[in-house]
C-alpha cells in the first residue's frame, strides 16, 4: 500500500502547528515552510478539519490550529482523515476462478490469504493508533536546529 503525499504534508503540518504555540496560520504560510504547494495542502487541511483535528479560522487573521493536543492525535488518526478508512487488500475471490474454481467446490470457510492479510492491516493499524503525534513532537525536540526553523519560517 502506498500513501499519498497528503498524509506526510499532514503529519508535518500539525506538528508545525504545534510549534506555533497555538495561534492560527494560514494555509501558504504553513506550505511556505516546506515549499508545498498551497492549494494542494489546503486540500488536505480541510480534511483535517472536517476529521476533527484542526479548526479552520475564517477573515484577515484567521487560518488554522490544532482541535486537539498532540497527546490526542493519532498516527492512525491521520491517515484516515486523509486517506479515508479503507483497507487496501480487496479479496477478490480469485480461488474461485479459472480451472481451480472449475475443478473444486464452492469454499465453505475465509479466504486463507484473505484472513492473513486483514491480520496484517490490522496489526498495521494497530502500531499507526499506538503512537502520538505528541511523541513524534518529543524526538523532534532533540532537534532543536529543526524546531528553531520551523518557528523562523512561522512567524
Known amino acids: 500500500m ?22 492560527p496560520v494560514g494555509s501558504g504560510q504553513l506550505a511556505a515552510v516546506h515549499g508545498l504547494s498551497a492549494t494542494y495542502l489546503n486540500k488536505q487541511l480541510q480534511l483535517l478539519v472536517k476529521a ?9 487573521r484567521g487560518g488554522f490550529r490544532l482541535a ?5 492525535i493519532t498516527l492512525l488518526d491521520v491517515v484516515e482523515a486523509i486517506e479515508g478508512d479503507v483497507r487496501p ?5 480469485i480461488r474461485c ?16 490469504v484473505k484472513v492473513a492479510m486483514v491480520r496484517a492491516e490490522d496489526a498495521w493499524r494497530q502500531a499507526l493508533a499506538a503512537q502520538t503525534l505528541a511523541e513524534i513532537q518529543t524526538e523532534l525536540e532533540h532537534r532543536p536546529d529543526v524546531v528553531d526553523a520551523v518557528r523562523s519560517a512561522l512567524s
Open 68 to 72: 486537539r493536543a498532540l497527546e490526542d
Open 52 to 60: 476533527g483535528l484542526l479548526t479552520s479560522l475564517p477573515g484577515a
Open 97 to 112: 476462478c479459472g480451472r481451480v474454481g472449475e475443478l473444486t467446490p464452492p469454499p465453505s470457510e475465509a479466504c486463507p
Open 89 to 93: 487488500f480487496q479479496c477478490t475471490e
Open 2 to 23: 502506498r500513501m499519498s503525499k497528503g498524509v506526510e504534508w499532514a503529519l508535518h503540518t500539525l506538528l508545525n502547528l504545534h510549534m506555533t504555540g497555538g495561534g
